[in-house]
């Protein structure tokens, strides 16, 4: 079945750094990714939509200029959270819309990140 | 009100048991919902999709739609230990390019 990648799987930072995180579509082409946030025991959260080729599209409360996103080609998606605090620690997820089959969409792994 | 409801558990049943999972929505206008999986710090995973009002089966699991009370609903047959895990319903906005919007989802543990 599709499979689609994140990386880093989780990473540990101190606070004020930057941090990266890819969304791979593996077998399929996505020219529409979604960026999730999820804090524990708590639902899903939708933070941005990107667009292969354009700017992404945030979600109110999100800042775009902290939640840096770039949809470079049609598998793969980045989201750059800058200057990252402790408030920012949280398990992000991308979902990844099949660009042929629009309602096929599938869930990275997720990162998890913690700020120090 | 939000538009998509689901009571977050948790729910503990024994093994074997039928589980039912619900959630409510307040948008009448919504054209089909979703049922994902998720296992504790992995990625949520679809389960299921439906259209339209009725049931869909697949396997132990089956989904139910009712749009006259806004109503969906996931049943699992002869649970079992591996199907603990967070599920949760999702619908996708109409006129938002199909963003989805989730439940809170509901913490399911299935005892030996």
């Known amino acids: 079945g599709a499979v689609v990648s994140q990386h880093p799987s989780w990473v540990i930072c101190k606070s004020g750094t930057s941090v990266k995180i890819e969304c791979r579509s593996l077998d399929f082409q996505a020219t529409t990714m979604f960026w999730y946030r999820q804090f524990p025991k708590q639902s899903l959260m939708l933070m941005a939509t990107?667009?292969?080729?354009?700017?992404?599209?945030?979600e109110q409360g999100v800042e775009k200029d902290k939640f840096l996103i770039n949809h470079a080609s049609l598998t793969l998606s980045t989201l750059t959270v800058t200057s990252a605090h402790p408030e920012d620690s949280s398990f992000y997820i991308c979902l990844s819309r099949d660009t042929t089959y629009q309602e096929t969409q599938y869930f990275g792994p997720g990162t998890r990140l913690l700020v120090l | 009100q939000k538009e998509v409801e689901q009571d977050p558990g948790p729910l503990s049943v024994p093994e074997g048991a039928i589980v039912s999972l619900n959630c409510t929505y307040s948008n009448s206008a919504f054209q089909y919902f979703m049922w994902y999986r998720q296992y504790s710090r992995k990625g949520p995973e679809l389960l299921m999709y439906?259209?339209?009002?009725g049931n869909k089966e697949d396997g132990r699991f089956t989904a139910q739609v009712d749009k006259s009370s806004k109503y969906i609903s996931l049943f699992i047959r002869d649970s079992q230990p591996s199907d603990s895990a967070t599920y949760l319903c999702a619908i996708p906005l109409t006129g938002g390019g199909n963003k989805l919007t989730f439940g809170t989802g509901t913490q399911l543990k299935v005892e030996l």
């Open positions: 990107s667009n292969e080729g354009s700017k992404a599209t945030y």
């Open positions: 439906t259209y339209s009002s």
